[in-house]
């Protein structure tokens, strides 16, 4: 089983940063792709940013320039930089990794819980 744990969201005032970050412990071989999405009141969860094994990086239209997803591939971690945020980027936060445990296995995808981000106006 592995399990991804969420920390640094909060509450922050339009025009600041924060910084989120994600943890993959338990039974991992080896971790390869690892993103961050979003789900806003009402709406479906959507793609942020993602990170390749290698480091090559992928982000949504509307990050692009104020978001930077980084990741430690020795301490399977994930973090989301982000800066300049508008009240439109508010919503809970997940991360997501594809995980193989042995390696024989076949990849699962793996959620943290979320955590929430809310900007003020």
């Known amino acids: 089983q592995v399990q991804l744990v969420e920390s640094g969201g909060g509450l922050v005032q339009a025009g600041g940063s924060l910084s989120l970050s994600c943890a993959a412990s338990?039974?991992?071989?080896?971790?390869?792709?690892m993103s961050w999405y979003r789900q806003a009141p009402g709406k479906q969860r959507e793609l942020v940013a993602s990170?390749?094994?290698?480091?090559?990086?992928n982000y949504v239209d509307f990050v692009k320039g104020r978001f930077t997803i980084s990741r430690d591939n020795a301490k399977n971690t994930v973090s989301l930089q982000m800066n300049n945020l508008k009240p439109e980027d508010a919503g809970t936060y997940y991360c997501?990794?594809?995980?193989?445990?042995?390696?024989?296995?076949?990849?699962?995808?793996?959620w943290g819980q979320g955590i929430q981000v809310t900007v003020s106006s």
């Open positions: 990170v390749s094994r290698d480091g090559g990086t």
């Open positions: 997501n990794a594809a995980v193989r445990s042995s390696p024989v296995s076949v990849l699962y995808v793996y």
């Open positions: 338990g039974r991992i071989f080896s971790v390869n792709a």
